[in-house]
């Protein structure tokens, strides 16, 4: 890709080694501590499986239970109890969905415990193992019949059997990526609901039973369309270790992975959410998943043009905090949007800009560009060509994932007609002007090189400025998005917990060593 | 003598429509006259197929024109607020409060219940405001308390009462099964059941609000689309100055 921007490496090398440093120390915290959807996760990545009759998940039962033990890892203690009782993991996890707790089972030889842990893992690893071998040859299969950028489509119906209904048909107007919108709620549940689910507000629950549902309904049209169809869900919220988990048993193929957004906009605690992301980013690396990134809920909260700066700092510390979980360049799916006030004069060209240098600056990432949703009206007939300027920006910049606009945002969730036009008109717009970008250049002192300038500089300055003052103290001081979050504060603050000398944790090591970030 | 009103195509009465919708079947000349007859049957005529397109092998896409014999009584119409009624200017509005009120009104807001949505609350009470009209945080004489998302029902009231509110404001965008209704209806009964009610302004807002639907469940008013910051905040003062 022949550079149109000129923007100097310099300030890009220099935003790098910022955002090294200011993840630095957070990275050093995180290795310290543990949560309970930490533990959580290991157990599922264990094969621990099933729920209560009330619906509490195993892998609760158990954390809960340990609750005063997590420092040592519930690894230990949970191979133990299959060596102490000697069942059938399938009948010790039905004991302890029947009310047996393990925390009364004295500990045996933990030594070999660990090593029964890391067996058990090896299992569901074989299995993640599989998932993502067979992603690479149905793709390689079907090479170059998906569309680029990625087409991608929500639905939201609350009930997994609609939604199957819905995304089959999306996947055969042409989407290439399907997300299933979770329920409002979820995010802040710190469980993850077990089995099929026919209710939700807004969405569908994320369960690993309706995440099995899904990946057939979308198998089946892959097959059929001879297209592979990306498959995706939410790890964000009080879970993301555990859903990266089953997003990496059911072969999902992209989830949305954000570093900071849980704190800044569900206001979860941050220690919590810093512990958590790097759990799951590592579970996403290795399952080869590709992670979107939250960014363009800056540009919802504050003002497109001027927040621009936020938004490429935002993408500079995920890619950071995404290295450090094991992830690859082209797994990172960092977010942006189009969401400039429509009256701003030329503000089209404003986002030409800085979609440009979101491509430039981070070229192996599949960014994940968004549509307009803050300055969609009820006018459907101004927001359908709202959507395709959009529709153009993303097609003669070359992004990775694109999130078609509704032209009845802000009025209901789609119908299915709304999601046929969105793509017709998207087709038409990108097939149109394919090559535009060979033919253009842009002036060198005009006002899109020029743009594009000034929010590198104002990044640069920010990111000095958030290292000058620490990353936490300055998401306490309201830096990013304008929303002030107290270190203690927040969901989830007391599900974090210090690692003790005896941490011990079988999936780990075993993510560590397989993602090269063994010590 | 009554003025009735039908649409206008390009000539005063013509009663011309456009419409778009789906229909479970394929698309062809049959699947056309389907939907010509259904819109006949609506009451429409000179129905005109204009666009079929498949959407899949049971789904066709139709957009249609046709014309309406029905008027209504212009007269006899009224809406949820009355429009003569102007809303005051940010200006007017602090010029207003310290005129006639002689101290901050404190306003403090929320989107309740489980619903994420901040997009409404951020558009009447943040700084920024939306779309040119700058939010209740930017008034000189409103102390303005956006408590976001995702904020209980009663954890609004008890901030309310901390910060002696005059107005309080909620929030709601998701409507899915009717689930705005549900928190507002809760929100109203929380305060009542405090003994509190009588002591705020009781204000609902969100894309599916309007004032008829608020009154009926228990609000001083209720704020749909279209809304921008000194609605609400003239509402507020006028309300606070009325008896």
Redesign the interface.
């Known amino acids: 890709m022949r550079s149109k921007l000129n923007l100097p490496q310099d300030k890009i090398d220099r935003a790098r080694a910022l955002a090294a440093s200011i993840c630095a120390p957070v990275l050093e915290f995180i290795e310290q501590h543990t949560t309970v959807t930490v533990e959580r996760a290991t157990l599922r990545l264990l094969g621990a499986d099933g729920a209560s009759p009330d619906g509490i998940p195993v892998p609760n039962l158990v954390v809960d239970a340990l609750r005063d033990r997590l420092g040592e890892g519930v690894a230990a203690w949970y191979a133990n109890a299959l060596l102490q009782t000697g069942l059938e993991q399938a009948e010790l996890d039905r004991r302890i969905a029947e009310g047996f707790s393990i925390a009364t089972l004295p500990m045996g030889d933990r030594q070999r415990a660990l090593e029964l842990a890391s067996e058990l893992a090896a299992r569901n690893f074989a299995r993640i193992d599989a998932n993502r071998a067979f992603r690479q040859a149905k793709q390689e299969e079907y090479k170059g019949r998906n569309h680029s950028p990625l087409l991608y489509l929500i639905v939201a119906t ?1 009930n997994i059997y609609e939604d199957v209904k819905q995304a089959q ?1 999306a996947a ?2 042409g989407a290439d990526v399907i997300a299933v919108i979770r329920t ?2 979820q ?2 549940l710190d469980y993850v609901p077990y089995g099929a689910t026919t209710e939700g ?2 969405g569908t629950y994320a369960t690993q039973e309706n995440f099995r549902i899904m990946r057939q309904a979308l198998d089946e049209v892959m097959e059929r369309e001879r297209r592979y169809i990306y498959q995706t869900n939410y790890a964000s919220g009080l879970c993301m270790p555990e859903i990266a988990a089953m997003g990496a048993l059911e072969r999902l193929d992209m989830m949305l992975n954000d570093s900071m957004y849980g704190i800044l906009f ?2 979860i605690n941050m220690y919590r959410t810093f512990v958590d992301q790097r759990f799951s980013r590592m579970i996403n690396a290795y399952s080869g998943i590709i992670i979107n990134t939250g960014e363009d809920n800056y540009l ?4 497109a043009f001027e927040k621009a700066y936020t938004v490429l700092a935002s993408q500079f510390l995920n890619e950071r905090f995404a290295y450090a979980a094991g992830l690859q360049p082209w797994q990172m799916g960092l977010g942006h949007a189009f969401e400039m ?1 429509p ?1 701003i004069k030329n503000g089209i060209l404003y986002e030409l800009a800085q979609a440009q240098m979101a491509r430039e600056i981070f070229p192996e990432h599949p960014l994940k560009y968004m549509p307009p ?3 969609m ?2 006018d459907i007939f101004k927001g359908l060509v709202m959507d395709n300027m959009f529709n153009f920006v993303s097609k003669a910049t070359g992004q990775g994932i694109h999130l078609l606009g509704m032209l009845t945002e ?2 209901h ?1 789609p ?3 709304d999601r ?2 969105a793509v ?1 008109t998207a087709l038409y717009v990108m097939n149109g002007i394919d090559a535009i970008m060979d033919e253009i250049e842009f002036r060198p002192d005009g006002l899109i090189v020029r743009r594009a300038h000034e929010v590198l500089d104002r990044t640069v300055q920010f990111l000095e400025e958030v290292e000058r003052i620490g990353l936490m103290q300055s998401i306490e001081q309201a830096m990013f998005a ?2 002030a979050r107290p270190r203690t504060g927040g969901k989830g603050f007391e599900g974090l917990v210090p690692r003790l000398e005896t941490y011990a944790n079988p999936v780990e090591d075993r993510l560590e060593r397989a993602l090269g970030l063994a010590h | 003598m009554a003025t009735i009103i039908r649409p206008y195509g390009d000539t005063m009465n013509d009663g011309k429509v456009q419409l ?3 229909l479970p079947v394929p698309c062809g000349s049959r699947g056309m006259e389907a939907a010509r007859r259904l819109v006949h049957a609506w009451g429409f005529h000179e129905c005109e197929v204009v666009h079929a ?1 498949p ?2 092998e049971e ?1 066709t ?1 139709f957009v249609v024109y046709a014309a309406t014999h029905h008027g209504i009584d212009w007269d006899t119409v009224e809406g949820d607020r009355d429009d003569s009624e102007k809303s005051m200017t940010m200006d007017e509005i602090n010029a207003f409060i310290k005129e006639k009120i002689g101290r901050k009104v404190v306003v403090v807001g929320a989107c309740t219940g ?3 949505h ?2 409404g609350i ?1 558009a009447i009470m ?1 700084m ?1 405001g939306y ?2 009209h700058y939010g209740l945080e930017r008034y000189e004489m409103i102390e303005a308390h956006n408590l ?1 998302a ?1 904020v209980p029902n009663q954890k609004l009231i008890e901030y309310a009462c901390a910060h002696n509110a005059d107005a309080i404001l909620v929030s709601q965008v ?1 409507t ?2 009717e ?1 705005h209704i549900h928190t507002l209806t809760e929100f109203i009964e929380l305060l009542e059941a405090q003994g509190l009610r009588g002591r705020f302004i009781c204000i609902a807002g969100g ?1 599916r609000i309007t004032n008829k639907l608020a009154a009926k469940l228990g609000f001083d008013a209720g704020f749909g ?1 279209g809304t921008y910051a000194e609605d609400v905040a003239t509402f507020i003062v006028r309300r606070m100055t009325a008896s």
């Open positions: 609350g048909a055969l107007h409002t709620a995010s802040l507000f807004g569900r206001d919802t909260t504050s003002d006030d009256s949703t803050k300055h009206s009820g802000a009025i969730t119908f299915m007609m046929h036009i017709e304008d929303i | 778009s919708f789906t397109a959407m899949s789904f896409f489980f619903d994420a901040t997009v951020d943040n920024k779309n040119h976001g995702q998701v899915q099964k689930s894309p689309r």
